[in-house]
């Protein structure tokens, strides 16, 4: 999963944190009205039936959007002093191998008109969703953090991932989580916070052509890790976890603009990101 040391690099100015997300869910967002509406996507258990005493009690809310790919669980807990803190835990469910990811299917030969058509695995309403929380995400990003969006995006995740599976510390050079804020520029751990930010940003902007645009990147990347001395860390549930990560962290940054079209967006996108880079992977083998 991680590559040696000098594989890229990073310009970006250093990661400096000023203050944790830490936010409340308010029945006066937007997202409230889905809870009660859409209830195929969503499941609530918080024992308040009436708007007016949820908004006067204090309370712990948990929520769970559901996917066919898995359960993201939204637990929201409000002190009744203005504060509170949210934990959201998210478990992708194995990758499919029924639909391949071969180099061979981005050969110039192939028709580009084929390929445009078969990228279409998400819904209109999905594809604006996922396109304008990562607006949101950018502007909460840069508003409570300094330096470089692809550094903190990225940072966030990485340091989700080492807290599920810490084995990974030594393989990214890392004494200790809480080293994570006071990194060189160049550490392999900021080269890959960017990396990966980046190749979401990719995603972003080729939503309508992920397997055509996104796909040769991710098959390129993960081949490169087949040749690794880690490489044994490059593991699907090592890979589902990072992707997993990502879903989580954008849960806790949106929060109140979370709906169902957003998450089950950006879980089957994770997911189309996840598999292909260990296509590459496997076909590199």
Known sequence: MA?????????????????????????????????????????????????????????????????????????????????????????????????SYSPLRYMKTTSQRSLAASDQFLTCEQRTSFNNSWKILKDRILQQYEGSFYLNFGILIFGKVFKKVPELLEVFHLPSIEEIHNLPEDHMVNRHAILFTSLIDLAVRNIDQLESELGPALIIYGQRHAHFKSKKYFSESNIRCLCAQVVCTVAEILLDDLDSNCVNAWIDVLRFMGHTLLCGFDNEK
Do not use: C, W
Request: proline letters at 4%; charged letters at 25%; glycine letters at 8%.
């Open 3 to 99: 590559p040696e040391e000098g594989i890229f690099s990073s310009h970006s100015t250093p990661y400096i944190k000023k203050h944790n997300f830490s936010q409340s869910l308010s029945v006066d967002s937007n997202y409230f009205p889905e809870l009660t509406i859409n209830t195929a996507s969503f499941e609530t258990d918080d024992g308040i039936t009436e708007i007016h005493d949820f908004k006067t009690s204090a309370s712990t809310r948990r929520m769970q959007f559901l996917n066919s790919s898995g359960s993201l669980n939204v637990r929201s807990l409000d002190s009744g002093s203005g504060g509170g803190s949210t934990d959201v835990e998210f478990e992708m469910k194995p990758f499919s191998r029924t639909r």
